[in-house]
Nanobody, 127 residues
Framework: QSQFVESGGGLVQPGGSLRLSCLASGFSLEHYTVGWFRQAPGKEREKVSCISIDNDNTNYPDSVKGRFTISRDIAKKTVYLQMNNLKPDDTAIYYC????????????????????WGQGTQVTVST
């Protein structure tokens, strides 16, 4: 079954780092746009990064810019989210999502533009 599978979440102290992985299980990432989103209890889903697989263009909101880095390994069919200097406000369930041949650029994409979603991985930043 073709699906996105996230991994790498966990509990980390403030200031720590985590690397999340998003595996495209059963299909190629070619021509996909992949985004990482997060949702904390009581809050709306927020896009935290986006990458166009074909041209490696990336985009970040101000809330994570300089701390989060998205990258892709086409051969491994995996998109990564490196998260540094984590803060308690980063606590959320993190989801990766993909859309094939998304016409919008990463910077203009929203959650509703992505049709394939992973199951999510919990990230907790706490002492």
């Amino acid at each position: 079954q073709s699906q996105f599978v996230e991994s790498g979440g966990g509990l980390v102290q403030p200031g720590g780092s985590l690397r999340l992985s998003c595996l495209a299980s059963g299909f190629s990432l070619e021509h996909y746009t992949v985004g990482w989103f997060r949702q904390a209890p009581g809050k709306e889903r927020e896009k935290v990064s986006c990458i166009s697989i074909d041209n490696d263009n990336t985009n970040y909101p101000d809330s994570v810019k300089g701390r989060f880095t998205i990258s892709r390994d086409i051969a491994k069919k995996t998109v990564y989210l490196q998260m540094n200097n984590l803060k308690p406000d980063d606590t959320a369930i993190y989801y990766c999502a993909g859309e094939w041949l998304l016409r919008k650029g990463c910077g203009f994409s929203e959650a509703a533009d992505f049709s394939s979603w992973g199951q999510g991985t919990q990230v907790t930043v706490s002492t």
